[in-house]
């Protein structure tokens, strides 16, 4: 049996009108957010069914920590939540889109704006690094989460 959609079952995920989110095995689909006002990509996450209800239901970001495997309000630590201006999902509706207001300007765990504040450097001979670029801390990750509370990507 193919897992792909029939033509029909395409049809309706493609050009229909009805949220049918297509999870993966593992029950998740990809969250891309971003800063509503400039497009910044601030983080990339996972929701489940019950994260994308409480999304919609709340007006606030809700993620599936897949290494805590558990719910997630973000910013229920840092404080720093953020407020959906719009939910978009991909044309197969296997990616969502959310587009926020971020409060406290910080949305990555180690207290930058992006989780995205590293850029890679082409190397010789396949020696790649890393150079970090809009990496200014707007606050101190040991302070808010403690100094083992912040080694994964989920307040």
């Not at 949220?19 to 996972?46: H, Q």
């Not at 229920?76 to 953020?82: I, M, P, Y």
Request: hydrophobic content about 40%.
């Amino acid at each position: 049996m193919s897992t792909e959609p029939s033509a029909k079952q395409a049809d309706d995920l493609e050009e229909g009108v009805v949220l049918r989110p297509r999870f993966d095995a593992a029950g998740l689909v990809t969250c891309v957010t971003t800063d509503a006002a400039s497009g910044e990509v601030l983080m990339v996450a996972y929701m489940n069914a019950e994260a994308l209800q409480k999304t919609v239901e709340s007006g606030e970001a809700w993620y599936f920590s897949r290494s805590r495997k558990a719910l997630w309000h973000k910013g229920e630590t840092s404080g720093h939540v953020q407020r959906v201006v719009e939910i978009r999902i991909d044309c197969d509706q296997d990616a969502i889109w959310l587009r926020v207001d971020q409060t406290g300007g910080a949305a990555c765990h180690t207290g930058r704006r992006s989780c995205f504040y590293r850029a890679v450097v082409p190397g010789a001979g396949g020696a790649d690094s890393l150079a970090f670029v809009d990496a200014e801390r707007l606050f101190d990750p040991d302070a808010v989460y403690g100094k083992a509370g912040h080694g994964h990507s989920d307040d």
